[in-house]
Structure formats: C-alpha cells, structure tokens
C-alpha cells in the first residue's frame, strides 16, 4: 500500500498511464462507443478537436513562418553591418568624440602606432561593442 | 575495446507529422481528447491547451517521432510528458528576488512578494490526489481482482507479474482492464478530479 501523500500521486500517475495505453490500444468501435456512452455527443467533440488540431497546425505554421522572417532579417542587417563602409574623415571625427578611456582602451588593444587601417579597425570594433551605432544609412562619406 | 554502438532511429518528418495530424480520424481524434483531459486534470494545465503544446513540439522539431511510433500515441507521449513538466516546474519553483526590490523608489520598505501560493499549490495537489486516489480505489470493492489489479496498477505491477498472481489467462487479464477503465470513465467522464462530488 503506498504510505504517503507523494506516493498517492505517484501511484496515480501510473495508473494514467496504464489507462491512457489502454485509450490507445482500444479499437476504433470501442473508442467511439464508450464515447458515446460515457460523455455523449461524440459528432460534437470530433468536431470541436478537428478544429482545435487544425487551428494548432496553423498556429504552429505562423510560429515557423515569424522564426524564418525574424532569421533572413538578421542575416541581412549582419551582411549589411559588415559591407558599411567608413569614411576616414568620419572616422577622424568619431575617434574625437570618445572619452580619454575609451581611446586608452582602444590603444592598448592595437599597441602600436595608428594608421589609417588601425583607426578604420577601431571604429569597427567600436561598433561591433556597441560603443558607436551602426550607420545604417552611412553611403561612407563625412 | 568495443565501441557501443548506438542504433539511429529515423524519424518522421515535420511535413509527416502535419499531415498525419491533418487526417487524424474520428477515434484519433477522440483518443486524444481523453487523453488529454486525463493529463490535464491531474496537472496544472488546460486539456486544450496541453494538446496544442504537443503539436507545437512535434512540428517545430523539439520534440522527434520515431517512425515506428504511430503520431496519434507519440502526442500522447508528447502530452504527459509537457503535463509532468508542469507539475515538477510548480513542484521545484523557488521565488528569486532582488534585495533591491523590498524597497520603492523612494526607500520605503515594500512588502516582499510572498511566497506562499506555490507551496499552497503543491500542498492543495498533494492533498486533491491523496483523496483521488483512495476514493478511486474506493470504487472497487476491497479483496476483489478488480480492486487488486487497480492497486498494482498503482504499484506498478507489470501485466505478467499482475496475470500470474491474480490467477488471470490474457483474455480475462483483457476484460479485467477494460472493467477498470470503464468504470472510472463512468465516474469520471472528462479526467480525473478530486473535486468531483
């Protein structure tokens, strides 16, 4: 005999599942008779859950459909966060408006002197931390 | 040293999947239904809204269908699982807050949020199955097969160890089960309650 509380769950739980097996493995004239007779209105109810399934296919089908749009948008702003192109004098004008941290960071990170490459790198990397924003509409002039 | 090796079981496709969901006939239909209101009655989670969950899993590739599995069985499967899921979420929810947040914006001391109503749940669940599960046994008149079979049921007998000391050959072990489930349908028709008068 099962002793406790939990275990009364536990032994109802099994008992679901033998029951649910025996749900499953009835014959199709079974399962729509004791339908009938348990709950009645068997039409009603095949009516109701064909709508139901139908409605959850759909549902998921949107579900998949918002995943897909939601990744070709991220994959475009990505394409066209790589192919934005700065302007040297932009950049020149960016790198003054960081703070003496920010540039000392920057400078530790490159560790050496800055070329026009390294300075474009940085605004790069700026971006790609968040510090500046991505200039959607940048045509790459100042 | 041998290497195990581990079988690849095929599953079916998404488009298999909706399309077998999409021709589900009338008993497919029914048999979720109870099952459904089965799992849901005795979790914390609408019989609807469980089998929609089942079918989101099994289309969006989280959960997989083994081809020898037939669909109707693996939502089955798919709906106890989501079901027991639920009950253990309440089960283990532990309340995490920030210190921060006993106090407005002005420091004055707010009331913490409290606590109580997860274990209450849980208290409320243990307690409804507790008086289920004698009242379901309750149904089946005590020294009987049929009251014994349901407690092994229970106990997690297997139907060889259930035939052998109950004394049943298949066919009567058969009638025995469907005995059962009959009467418990009758008693109760959309799912298991305790609330049921």
Not at chain 2, 57 to 73: E, H
């Amino acid at each position: 005999m099962t002793e406790n509380k939990k275990s009364k769950q536990q032994a109802l739980d099994r008992l679901a599942d033998a029951l649910v097996d025996d749900i499953l493995d009835a014959s199709p004239e079974e399962i729509l008779a004791e339908f009938e007779e348990d709950n009645g209105g068997a039409e009603r109810h095949v009516a109701e859950m064909r709508a139901l399934v139908e409605k959850s296919v759909a549902m998921a089908n949107k579900r998949r459909l918002t995943a897909a749009k939601a990744g070709v948008a991220s994959s475009r702003a990505s394409s066209k966060k790589a192919a934005t192109p700065i302007d040297i004098n932009e950049a020149r004008r960016l790198m003054n408006t960081l703070t003496p941290a920010q540039k000392l960071t920057l400078a530790a990170r490159k560790e050496s002197e800055q070329s026009d490459d390294d300075l474009l790198s940085m605004i790069e990397d700026l971006r790609d931390l968040g510090v500046l924003p991505i200039d959607d509409d940048s045509d790459g002039k100042g | 040293m041998d290497q195990a090796v581990v079988p690849v079981v095929a599953t079916r496709s998404r488009d298999e999947i909706e399309s077998a969901i999409l021709a589900f006939t009338d008993d497919d239909l029914l048999r979720l239904r109870k099952v459904s209101w089965f799992y849901a009655s005795r979790h914390t989670i609408e019989a609807e809204d469980l089998l929609q969950e089942a079918i989101a899993r099994a289309l969006d590739g989280s959960r997989k269908c083994p081809v020898n599995v037939g669909v109707v069985k693996f939502l089955a499967e798919a709906m106890r699982s989501i079901a027991h899921g639920e009950s253990e979420k309440l089960e283990n929810r532990v309340v995490t807050r920030s210190l921060d947040s006993d106090t407005d914006e002005e420091g004055e001391v707010l009331d913490p949020p409290d606590p109580s109503p997860s274990i209450e749940e849980a208290m409320i669940n243990e307690e409804g199955a507790a008086i289920l599960h004698d009242r379901i046994l309750s149904l089946f008149e005590e020294g009987t097969p049929a009251r014994d079979m349901v407690q092994g049921m229970m106990d997690d007998w297997s139907a060889d160890e259930l035939r052998e000391v109950l004394g049943l050959d298949k066919t009567a072990y058969a009638s025995m089960r469907r005995l059962i489930r009959r009467r418990l349908n009758k008693e109760y028709p959309e799912g298991w309650s305790h609330d049921r008068e």
